[in-house]
């Protein structure tokens, strides 16, 4: 069954209803108009996948009805039919752009096989321009990789709500790999067939926010100048994105909550509800239970985005990843840039565990290029990282001031810490283990054990 929606236009009666009656036959949701003008006040409150109009009419022309409908709606496909066939208006038509030119009588076969090839002409060509955004943005689904035990229980979580139609929302700073959690669950669930459609509330002024998620109908604001559908009618059956989510206009929040509660909403200057099915991820750097409190945002709307919350820690508190994702981001690198590179010194993999990565993953993956390009030798040195890499974290810095929505790994924060005092004392003692353990007070036993534990190796020797 099919929900591609088609507009037959002809002022012979008995045409409109041999055409409709066939069409409903096979699935298609049809309209029907007796002449052009009539057509226009149906294609200004509604858009169809496809119009089958005939050529000659009284007053509005097929060919006028062509041009307006290339105007209002260019991606609505036109097919013509007319009784009056001549090479001149057949190229005409096309050149004003029809699909294709049917001439009374005509077979019924013909007709269904021609609607079919368009109609599926038409998904080709929107699935091909999804599946390059899909494409565009691949490239960094590695973003997720982890080992630690704070994204294992991300992974798990995705695995376990991927398969529901429960709304997510998804916290985390900014370079965490929000937007590829997001991905993953939809790619997981049922709906991995359908649309996944992305927008960042915060990049777009209020009315054109409203115009991309809403769409607009022609004249309804000042520059809409055609027909647009909106990101939720092209996501239905799929799931969107709201990146930002916290950065939402008032005035969209509520259209939101009507998205939500009732599963439709309506077009700028339409005068029809339009039904949809969409999953709704949300995402935010913000916590958006304070700024509930704050009165910034709508606790309804919050309430009905947070049914599952998840949480990604920033890189600083998982830093057991950064020597798995470095790795991949150098083997990527290297490759497209034609390098011959071995790997990391050991040097090199202690400065980047070391390392505050205030813009996490995002921060990583920049710097591991820049060092790519650049590196003068077939292994990446220290000296190769420490002028794009922000100081190490203090432990100050380490400790939130305070317990974030999704808590904190305090086993990693702890870690990170203790790494980060082996670092410094090993530096301090210029690398002479045994100075090192007492500037911390270790024997040494203890103190080559958390070495170990970390992979921590002096890149000038073993000295004792």
């Known amino acids: 069954m099919t929900n591609e929606k088609i507009l037959v236009v002809d002022d012979e009666q008995s045409m409109r209803e041999l055409l409709t009656i066939m069409l409903k036959r096979e699935g298609y949701l049809v309209t029907s108009a007796s002449n052009g003008e009539e057509a226009i006040k149906v294609l200004n409150k509604e858009i169809f996948d496809l119009v089958i109009t005939d ?125 590829l959690i997001a991905r993953a669950i939809h790619f997981n669930s049922t709906r991995k067939d359908s649309p996944f459609v992305t927008i960042n509330c915060a990049a777009l002024p209020e009315t054109l926010l409203e115009s991309e998620l809403f769409g607009h109908m022609k004249g309804s604001f000042t520059g809409a100048i055609a027909n647009k559908e909106g990101l939720f009618e092209m996501a239905d059956g799929g799931t969107i994105l709201l990146d930002e989510i916290g950065e939402t206009p008032a005035s969209i929040q509520v259209k939101l909550l009507r998205v939500i509660q009732e599963r439709e909403f309506r077009r700028i200057g339409g ?127 380490a400790f939130p001031s305070t317990i974030p929505d999704g808590g904190i790994d305090l086993e990693g924060i702890m870690e990170g810490m203790e790494r980060d005092m082996l670092l410094k004392a090993l530096e301090r003692a210029n690398w002479i283990k045994t100075r090192a353990a007492k500037l911390l007070h270790l024997d040494f036993r203890s103190f080559r054990y958390r070495l170990e534990k970390y992979g921590i190796k002096d890149h000038k020797g073993d000295r004792q």
């Open 271 to 397: 005068l029809k509800d339009i039904k949809v099915d969409v999953r709704i991820i949300a995402a935010t750097n913000m916590d958006l239970d304070q700024a509930v409190k704050d009165g910034r945002f709508r606790e309804d709307l919050f309430y009905r985005l947070d049914v599952i919350r998840i949480y990604i820690p920033p890189l600083r508190e998982r830093t057991e990843d950064i020597p798995l994702l470095a790795n991949y981001f150098l083997d990527k690198f290297k490759r497209s840039l034609g390098r011959e590179i071995k790997g990391f010194a050991p040097e090199a993999i202690n400065l980047l565990m070391g390392s505050e990565w205030r813009g996490n993953v995002r921060e990583l993956e920049n710097v591991i290029e820049r060092a790519a390009a650049m590196a003068v030798e077939d292994t990446i040195r220290a000296e190769d990282l420490r002028e794009y890499i922000q100081k190490p974290v203090s432990l100050k810095e």
């Open 55 to 179: 050529m000659k009419m009284p007053k509005v022309s097929g060919l006028e009805l062509l041009r307006i409908i290339k105007e209002i709606a260019p991606q609505t496909i036109v097919l013509m039919v007319t009784a009056f066939a001549s090479t001149e208006t057949a190229v005409e038509a096309m050149k004003e752009g029809a699909y294709d030119y049917l001439t009374k009588p005509f077979k019924i076969d013909e007709v269904k096989l021609i609607i079919n090839n368009a109609l599926e002409k038409k998904r080709l060509k929107e699935e091909n321009v999804l599946l390059k955004k899909e494409l565009s943005i691949l490239s960094g689904i590695e973003n997720i990789i982890g080992k630690s035990n704070a994204m294992k229980k991300v992974f798990d979580i995705v695995r376990k709500i991927a398969d529901t139609n429960s709304n997510v929302l998804i916290s985390g700073e900014s370079g965490t790999g929000k937007e």
